[in-house]
């Protein structure tokens, strides 16, 4: 009789263990729900945890890649930190030993420059030249073609007003 009270009790504790945590979790519930509904339609179920195993592969990928490119760019940091400082230390060496040399050549380069850009205005000086003469050549070939068309239209009416004067002078004589 103790033995089946004890049972008793340990059956009670564990049914209203499990309907608590079933009420507070009710995701537990849905999760049942859907490994029925899985049961019941075994391809659909198969097809669709395929796909679902196929994006957590891609989402997994996704992560070791990102956790690898983190990595090498930790690792080339500081040997990229290193390459930098013996660039500037060896410019800084050399501007300090062969300042005066620098001075001259800075000269020299800024002259060739100035003269690179007087030639070079002097072109586009000659340049505009010759376009603007063109310019003038094609207004003026312009103005006498339309003073030719011009002088063409005066003519044909001219000829236009003594046709019309001799046949109303035939009509009169006629």
Do not use: C
């Not at 519930?29 to 029925?36: T, Y």
């Not at 003469?133 to 239209?153: H, S």
Request: hydrophobic share 45%.
């Amino acid at each position: 009789m103790y033995s089946w009270l004890t049972g008793e009790h340990i059956q009670n504790t564990i049914t209203s263990y499990l309907h608590k945590f079933a009420t507070e979790e009710p995701i537990l519930l849905r999760l049942l729900q859907i490994l029925g509904w899985g049961l019941n339609h075994p391809i659909v179920s198969l097809v669709t945890l395929l796909f679902v195993i196929a994006i957590l592969w891609i989402i997994i990928k996704a992560i070791v890649r990102l956790i690898e490119t983190a990595s090498w760019s930790i690792l080339k940091f500081p040997l990229k930190l290193i390459q930098f400082l013996i660039k500037v230390s060896y410019f800084t060496f050399n501007s300090l030993k062969g300042n005066n040399d620098n001075s001259e050549l800075i000269a020299a380069n800024s002259i060739a420059i100035h003269q690179d850009k007087q030639q070079r205005l002097t072109e586009i000086y000659r340049r505009l030249e010759t376009i603007q003469d063109e310019q003038q050549q094609l207004l003026q070939e312009a103005a006498e073609l339309i003073a030719t068309e011009t002088t063409r239209i005066k003519i044909k009416e001219l000829q236009l007003n003594q046709i019309i004067a001799n046949s109303s002078e035939s009509e009169i004589t006629g």
